[in-house]
């Protein structure tokens, strides 16, 4: 099983700039933490965990759909969404009912990502998909570790 990285941020662009202020740090954060996994994480036979990272940033529908393509083609059973800022969560949720999901918003920018957290969770919520919720600045291997004995 892999584990599937989702880097989520507003996909607005053009004169707001949001997007292309946060394109590079989100993706950033999913490559922090596919380091994070697989420096600290091994499959039961000592095999280092596979990550799987989608192609580029989702900040709408149809990148939201290629990276669950994705996912499906490289057999993913896991999938965790970062995010450093807020927008509106229900472009970009991932809406397999059977992978478990976690959604790690971080606060640490001028656009917290705890507000994106709480949406999505909410959106997950209204649509029957389970879904972790990961807050705060860091993201420690124990959480993970948690979420896979639920």
């Given amino acids: 099983m892999k584990i599937g990285i989702r880097p989520v941020f507003d996909g607005r662009g053009g ?12 993706m950033n954060m999913a490559r922090s933490l596919e380091k994070l996994l697989t420096e600290n994480i091994k499959y039961a036979n000592g095999e280092v965990v596979a990550c ?3 192609d ?5 529908v149809k990148e939201s759909a290629d990276c669950a393509t994705k996912f499906e083609e ?12 807020w927008y ?4 970009t949720i991932f809406m397999d009912k059977r992978i478990p999901q976690a959604v790690w918003g ?3 920018t001028e656009r917290p990502g705890a507000v994106y957290l709480a949406a999505a969770l909410a959106a997950h919520n209204q649509k ?4 972790f919720g990961i ?14 004995k639920m």
Avoid at 128 to 131: L, N, Q, R, S
Avoid at 138 to 144: D, H, N, Q, V
């Fill in 74 to 85: 490289n057999g993913v059973g896991v999938v965790i969404s970062v995010t450093p800022c």
């Fill in 56 to 60: 580029s940033t989702i900040g709408g």
């Fill in 106 to 108: 971080f606060n640490g």
């Fill in 128 to 131: 029957g998909i389970p879904a």
């Fill in 52 to 54: 799987i990272i989608a």
């Fill in 88 to 91: 509106y969560g229900t472009e």
């Fill in 15 to 26: 004169k707001l700039g949001v997007r292309e202020s946060m394109e590079l740090q989100t």
């Fill in 135 to 148: 807050y705060g600045k860091t993201f420690r291997t124990r959480k993970i570790l948690q979420y896979q």
